[in-house]
T-cell receptor, first 111, second 113 residues
């Protein structure tokens, strides 16, 4: 079963606006990761947040993690047309455990 | 200098055939994975190898057989292909255990007719 559930499933915004995507999960995690997938391409790692961290930044990306609510959010500020892609959260229970991916949010940024 | 490469990129074949997808990583990682992404974009782990040893084997039909000849390669062989096997298959690698990101290959789009 899917561990991470993202919402919204699709998001359409104008360039310059902020985009927020949410991810909920079900079981305990070691860390949570966000990946981007451009159409027809592989996944690219964006950011990893550990279970003992609450917020992390990387450039225009801001990720929060609330382990009490088992949820995470990805904020992309000042979006660009090049940010158009699908975004996936993935939970990692640690050790050699597998990454479990959510269904993804399709983001469209219009010029 | 591609980090994780897969061949072929596209594979179109008839039901019942046997096919292989190859994956190579030049990152020096010790763990490799195969994922399947279906038409709804759900990405699901299939197998994982660490130092050529199988460590994750999800509920995958035994028509799928991974083979890791060395740490840098993880191939996927599929016997008796079925329509439902049509998907995009991604190879990935990472170093060690948790706290490390996974690096994904570009994917192999398999279409079974």
């Amino acid at each position: 079963s899917q561990q991470g559930e993202e919402d919204p499933q699709a998001l359409s915004i104008q360039e310059g606006e902020n985009a927020t995507m949410n991810c909920s999960y079900k079981t305990s995690i070691n860390n949570l990761q966000w990946y981007r997938q451009n159409s027809g391409r592989g996944l690219v790692h964006l950011i990893l947040i550990r279970s003992n961290e609450r917020e992390k930044h990387s450039g225009r990306l801001r990720v929060t993690l609330d382990t009490s609510k088992k949820s995470s959010s990805l904020l992309i500020t000042a979006s660009r047309a090049a940010d158009t892609a699908s975004y996936f959260c993935a939970t990692d229970a640690g050790g050699y455990n597998k990454l479990i991916f959510g269904a993804g949010t399709r983001l469209a940024v219009h010029p | 200098d591609t980090a994780v490469s897969q061949t072929p990129k596209y594979l179109v074949t008839q039901m019942g055939n046997d096919k292989s997808i190859k994956c190579e990583q030049n990152l020096g990682h010790d763990t490799m994975y195969w994922y399947k992404q279906d038409s709804k974009k759900f990405l699901k782990i299939m197998f994982s190898y660490n130092n050529k040893e199988l460590i994750i084997n999800e509920t995958v039909p035994n028509r799928f057989s991974p083979k890791s000849p060395d740490k840098a390669h993880l191939n996927l062989h599929i016997n008796s292909l079925e329509l439902g096997d049509s998907a995009v298959y991604f190879c990935a690698s990472r170093q060690g255990r948790a706290y490390n990101e996974q690096f994904f290959g570009p994917g192999t789009r398999l279409t079974v007719l």
